[in-house]
């Protein structure tokens, strides 16, 4: 058992509702912080929204509304989001909390007065888009952001610029020594060819031209930079305090997991361990940097009108529960790598992964089990069972080992895959050992123990498939009367007690096939 786990994910900006691309972040980190909630006893996921900037400000104007107002709208719309997709935070931060603005001061004062942050006039191209300065020579050949293909404003200001520069050493030498820092580890040189020619980064914007940000204490005329704000999440959430810190904080801190959007490590991989730095703190164990969602391989867009909300798609295929668009996210793309979503393909997988393999496997079970024993496990079906089965259960056991291996490297395809495997395995099972046919035969203790084998192996599946999938999960450990939030590490072959297990009615589908006809003709 660990002794704790804290992961936190990006926070959204909320000047539109939640797409595609968010869920899939919010659920890689929620099926992350569900399985470590298995291997430790003290897990913290913390979630949230990133409230201030030029952006929000002027998309607010826009609306004729407050930019607090444009916030409280869409801040709502993330948290109902992530209700229906069932991510379990433990804390949804806003950057407008009281509580983590007045330490958002407070750190910002705190390296001012280290000399970390000094006060220098400033000309230079600021993208709203990035809410950043941007390096003239990372413009296009038109002179536009490459990310947003936008034009950078000529910004000329007086700003207060944190000493990045005097932290490049240090941040090199923790990515060299610390190789599983960045993951996956093809970015890692990226980040070091960034550190070549970076300079000290603006933290400040005049509050003439940014009204919507946090005051500095001691400077009425300027402003808190959004990044400085919004990195500082991640320690304000837990209560951090530079005065001194809550015991929570000193609990949790360095974080375990940074979970991110390969566009924003720089940020996390360079400004935020600087930060951390100047403020005499542990730097994160790890900063894991998905790759991003495309819709039909094409790159979402408002111009191309192909933003996906998430919880359409759970409308559209009139989804009981969130699980199969979960699972589906998650198995998108292997670690760090874009993935990609289409109905099609969503279809595919889910009907062949999760109802005709897993789900239809503990139901043709259980049902054998009622036909030919009235749903009663008898002692002998667990007792001596055949050198076959003794070896599969082995591999189940070994399958949550290596499931947890896939977990330490944020490889969360490659684990679902292995539990794949761990179904198709139990189901050859099944089909070498034709219970049907022992039955017909009337070798019904032979019967009894292939049953009674699958049935052990579908406790371990249900625990291993719980973080992706919640309730189909639950829903199986139900009928199986296991205990899904049994620790991994208590996990043993011998679930199955002898006695009555189930009746004919309480036998239920876990997962149904996703019908195309019903979702297609709910599109139009
Ligand atoms: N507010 C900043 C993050 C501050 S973290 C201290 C931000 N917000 S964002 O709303 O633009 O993006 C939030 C997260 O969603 C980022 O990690 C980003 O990479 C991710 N994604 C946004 N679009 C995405 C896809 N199409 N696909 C996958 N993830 C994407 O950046």
């Known amino acids: 058992m660990l002794n704790k786990y804290y992961l936190t994910t990006a926070i959204d900006y909320v000047n539109g509702a939640p797409h595609i691309g968010h869920a899939y972040e919010k659920i890689l980190t929620d099926i992350i912080a569900r399985h470590y909630s298995l291997r430790t006893d003290n897990m913290f996921f913390l979630t949230g929204t990133d409230e201030h900037g030029i952006k929000i400000q002027k998309t607010a104007a826009s609306q004729g509304i407050t930019p607090k107002q444009l916030c409280d709208e869409n801040a709502q719309k993330f948290k109902d989001a992530w209700a229906k997709l069932d991510i379990k935070y433990n804390r949804f931060i806003r950057t407008t909390d009281k509580d983590h603005e007045q330490i958002v001061q407070k750190i910002f004062q705190k390296l001012k007065d280290k000399g970390a942050i000094y006060k220098h006039e400033y000309e230079g191209w600021y993208c709203q888009g990035c809410e950043c300065f941007l390096n003239p020579k990372d413009l296009t050949e038109d002179g536009l952001c490459p990310d947003h293909l936008k034009k950078p404003d000529v910004v000329k200001e007086e700003n207060y610029f944190f000493k990045l520069t005097d932290y490049k050493d240090a941040i090199i030498k923790h990515i060299k020594e610390h190789p599983d820092f960045i993951v996956p580890s093809f970015r890692a040189n990226e980040v070091l060819n960034q550190l070549e020619d970076i300079q000290d980064i603006s933290v400040s914007r005049s509050k003439e031209n940014v009204g919507w940000g946090i005051d500095i204490l001691d400077d009425s005329e300027q402003s808190i930079y959004v990044w400085i704000d919004a990195l500082s999440n991640y320690i304000t959430a837990i209560g951090y305090d530079p005065d001194g810190s809550s015991e929570q904080f000193k609990n949790l801190w360095p974080v375990d997991v940074h979970v991110i959007g390969k566009d924003i490590l720089k940020f996390h991989a360079i400004y935020w361990p600087a930060i951390l730095m100047a403020l005499d703190l542990p730097l994160p164990k790890h900063i894991f940097a998905h790759g991003w969602i495309t819709i039909d391989e094409t790159k979402m867009s408002k111009s191309l009108g192909n933003v996906v909300s998430p919880t359409s798609v ?207 003709k709910s599109k139009k």
């Open 314 to 520: 759970l409308e559209n295929f009139e989804l009981k529960y969130p699980d199969a668009f979960r699972y589906y996210m998650a198995t998108s793309a292997p670690c760090g790598r874009d993935g990609n979503y289409s109905d099609q393909d969503f279809k595919e997988k889910v009907n062949a992964h999760l109802a005709n393999s897993m789900g239809n496997l503990l139901n043709r079970s259980l049902s054998m089990l009622v036909k030919y024993f009235d749903g009663e496990i008898k002692p002998e079906f667990i007792e001596n069972r055949s050198q076959e089965a003794e070896s599969l259960l082995k591999t189940a056991i070994g399958t949550i080992k290596i499931v947890e291996n896939h977990f330490n490297h944020f490889e969360i395809q490659e684990a679902a895959q292995e539990i794949i495997s761990l179904v198709d395995a139990t189901n050859k099972f099944v089909t070498d050992n034709a219970p049907w046919t022992l039955a017909k035969e009337e070798k019904m203790t032979q019967c009894g123990q292939v049953l009674a084998t699958v049935l052990e192996i579908m406790c371990v599946i249900s625990s291993l498939i719980y973080p992706y999938c919640p309730n189909i999960a639950t829903d199986m450990a139900k009928q199986l009367s296991y205990d899904v939030a049994t620790k991994y590490d208590d996990i043993t072959v011998s679930n199955i007690k002898a006695g009555k297990l189930i009746t004919k009615e309480e036998i239920f589908p876990v997962f149904l096939r996703v019908d195309s006809e019903l979702a297609d």
